[in-house]
């Protein structure tokens, strides 16, 4: 399997990390024994949709530029529709240069 | 045993005692026989290496300065910029290896710092990485036994730079920007492994290893 990092180019899937699921990391506030606030903690650390088909994961590109990614992957196929850095795209310019 | 003479005054002064010819650097004739060596591998020493990272948002200001300051910009990703003294190797977004050697390097890097004043962080991080440098006319199938990226020379063309997994080991694979030579840097703890990797894959081409030095 190969991976486009917008950066690097297409490597090989043995650079990469893959570190789960794309989800938002819930808002937190003060009251941390909200109940409704660690349940929603604990869904996004430990609960995955692992669905059959698109989905949405984060990889680290260990071996390469140490960039993270979001790359969207189908579970079937493993065919890869997308990838983009997961930080901001400020750095357009420079990939596009 | 390792060599230590080579500490420089300014290393001492910091209380690095860092090997110039680490114990595991055996020089000479090595593999097979023949008149001319497949490939002749040299450790790299007395270079200087700046980790510049630019501040968020600040990247294009900072092409702006160096730009002015020296001439070009390293603007393109996976290739060495010459500019100003300095080789510039991208490594990442917004990140880059800036490499110094040969003689004034106290004015330019006096420069560098003044062009990039608060747009980036510019820390010396030479003492962290351990450089080979390869030659010969058997390098590249050297090379690409343990690198999974496209080491023809009409893509891995002079001044190509690559950070990638060989042997288990995260390599800065670089091209000289004169073709002439491949560079591989590694964090120094790994230098032994890939000396060994290096070597191994290069025994069967004849290999000369160079004492340490300068390029």
């Known amino acids: ?36 606030l660690r349940a929603s903690f604990v869904d996004a650390v430990y609960f995955r949709d692992n669905p059959a088909g698109l989905h949405r994961e984060y990889w680290f590109h260990a ?11 189908d579970t079937r196929t493993h065919d890869i529709s997308k990838v983009e850095l997961a930080r901001s795209q400020e750095h357009d310019k420079e990939m596009t240069s | ?30 593999g097979r026989a023949g008149a001319e060596p497949g490939v002749v591998l040299q450790l790299v020493v007395g270079d200087e290496r700046f980790n510049i990272e630019a501040r968020r948002g600040k990247t294009d200001e900072l092409f702006i300065s160096l730009r002015e300051t020296f001439g070009r910009a390293p603007i393109k990703p996976m290739r060495t910029v010459e500019a100003g003294g300095f080789e510039f190797i991208s490594i990442g977004p917004s990140r880059w290896h ?26 010396e991080i030479a003492h962290g990485f351990i450089v080979f440098r390869l030659t010969g006319p058997m390098v590249t199938e050297v090379l690409i036994k343990h690198v999974r990226v496209d080491l023809d020379p009409e893509v891995f063309s002079p001044g190509a730079c690559v950070t990638t997994e060989l042997h288990g080991m995260t390599v800065q694979l670089r091209r000289t920007c004169d073709g002439d030579a491949y560079e591989c840097a590694v964090a120094r703890s790994y230098g032994g492994s890939l000396f060994h990797a290096l070597t191994c894959a290069a025994d069967p081409y004849g290999l000369l290893v160079l004492p340490a030095g300068d390029v």
């Open chain 1, 63 to 73: 071996a390469g530029c140490q960039s993270w990614l979001l790359v969207e992957r």
């Open chain 2, 1 to 30: 045993m390792s060599d230590l003479s080579g500490v420089s005054e300014r290393d001492a002064a910091f209380g690095l005692t860092l090997e110039t010819t680490p114990h595991y650097y055996g020089c000479g004739r090595r």
């Open chain 2, 98 to 123: 800036a490499i110094s050697r040969g003689p004034d390097r106290d004015e330019r890097h006096a420069l560098l710092r003044e062009a990039i004043h608060d747009l980036a962080t510019m820390v």
């Open chain 1, 1 to 36: 399997m190969l991976i486009n990092c917008p950066f690097c180019g297409l490597r090989d899937l043995g650079e990469f990390s893959v570190n789960g699921e794309a989800v938002a990391r819930p808002v937190a506030h003060d009251d941390f024994d909200d109940a409704d």
